[in-house]
């Protein structure tokens, strides 16, 4: 079933990526940013693509998050707290994404304590919605390499586990529930590592996890 998923950051790099990968998939996106003026950039990319998205462009956070069944705040993560704070009156039972790492500025370590990460924050901010970890280890660039990626997942509510599953799907990607949602721990620090690997190998922040399971 289609859903109507708010992007919180559609302007920035994750946010328009996302907003872009699902929209491919027919589902109607409502863009929104700090400055919605940054999302116009991602609404005429996704329009020079997809001629027929179901997009729009709205001003008010809360106004987008009341409107949608699904919410991604593609922000970082010191800006986490403030928006979930935002919009925690209109998220009742909706599912929210967390695609945020907690990451310093120069990507070195997390900023979370090893007994807490970025998701849990969340789901304490807004305690009647259904956060799921997704996403968090996909780079923006992979969203259009197609690389037939694991993309790891973990949530409380197997429901919204199992929306997210068929979201990554539609992504061209392989969904991995890697726990509850406190695996987030792990998932998070998953990528540090993934940003680590690429600057030893001196490429560009992109490349993916790929899990071989052995048949024997
Ligand atoms: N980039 C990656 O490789 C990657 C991969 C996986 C996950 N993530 C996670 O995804 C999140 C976004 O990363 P990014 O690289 O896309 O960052 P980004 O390019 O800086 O995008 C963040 C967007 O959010 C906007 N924003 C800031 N405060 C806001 C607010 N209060 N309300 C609404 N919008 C606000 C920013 O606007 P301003 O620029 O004007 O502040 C910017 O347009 C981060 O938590 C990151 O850890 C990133």
Not at 67 to 81: C, R, T
Not at 160 to 180: D, F, H, R, Y
Not at 199 to 212: A, L, M, Q, Y
Request: some cysteine; aromatic content about 6%; overall charge negative.
């Amino acid at each position: 079933m289609k859903k109507t998923i708010a992007v919180i950051g559609a302007g920035g790099a994750m946010g328009s990526a996302l907003s872009q990968s699902l929209a491919a998939s027919g589902h109607h996106i409502l863009l929104m940013d700090k400055d919605s003026e940054k999302c116009h950039k991602t609404y005429d990319a996704i329009f020079s693509e997809l001629p027929n998205a179901n997009i729009e462009i709205l001003n008010c956070i809360h106004e987008g998050s009341w409107e949608a069944d699904v919410i991604i705040p593609a922000v970082a993560y010191e800006v986490q707290e403030e928006v979930a704070d935002y919009i925690k009156d209109v998220v009742t039972g909706k599912i929210v994404i967390s695609i945020i790492n907690p990451l310093n500025e120069d990507k070195s370590k997390l900023l979370t304590s090893p007994f807490s990460s970025a998701a849990e924050e969340l789901q304490k901010y807004l305690p009647y919605s259904k956060v799921v970890k997704a996403f968090n280890t996909i780079f923006p660039s992979d969203f259009k390499n197609q690389m037939n990626a694991d993309c790891f997942l973990a949530g409380d509510d197997e429901i919204a586990v199992a929306t997210v599953s068929a979201l990554i799907k539609e992504s061209g990607m392989v969904p991995q529930l890697a726990g509850n949602l406190s695996t987030s721990r792990t998932l998070e620090s998953m990528m540090l590592i993934l940003i680590q690997l690429c600057r030893r190998n001196n490429t560009p922040e992109s490349g993916c996890f790929k899990i071989h399971f052995s048949k024997s």
